[in-house]
């Protein structure tokens, strides 16, 4: 199984980026996914999660109504649509695949998930 993420990069506040994270090796349509990040000397955060019936995302508080997590079955690749970008949202952004189909109770919990992409960077400058 891999994860690859892609589409992180350097914008200015208030702009937006969209990344990917395409998932092979898997029926990607079984599995919840979601997306983390992690800022330097900091533990990894939740950040949106989309389970395979793809109802209903999951958003922690300090994203939700400013990023947009969603899925292509079709492509096996899970999106964040990121909007108004703050300094603060500088991190390494990591996708995550659950640990087995129809597995995830809690997208928030690290522990749910099996796979993880590499990591893309994103930096926001004011």
């Known amino acids: 199984v891999q994860l690859q993420a892609s589409g992180g990069g350097l914008v200015q506040a208030g702009g937006s980026l969209r990344l990917s994270c395409a998932a092979s090796?898997?029926?990607?349509?079984?599995?919840?996914v979601a997306w983390f990040r992690q800022a330097p000397g900091k533990e990894r955060k939740f950040l949106g999660g989309?389970?395979?019936?793809?109802?209903?995302?999951d958003y922690a508080d300090s994203v939700r109504g400013r990023f947009t997590i969603s899925r292509d079955n079709a492509k096996d690749t899970v999106y964040l649509q990121m909007n108004s970008l703050k300094p603060e949202d500088t991190a390494v952004y990591y996708c995550?695949?659950?640990?087995?189909?129809?597995?995830?109770?809690?997208?928030?919990?690290?522990?749910?998930?099996?796979?993880w992409g590499q990591g893309t960077l994103v930096t926001v400058s004011s």
């Open positions: 995550a695949l659950g640990r087995d189909p129809y597995s995830i109770n809690n997208y928030h919990l690290t522990d749910q998930y099996e796979y």
């Open positions: 989309i389970g395979w019936s793809t109802n209903s995302p």
């Open positions: 090796g898997l029926i990607f349509r079984r599995y919840g």
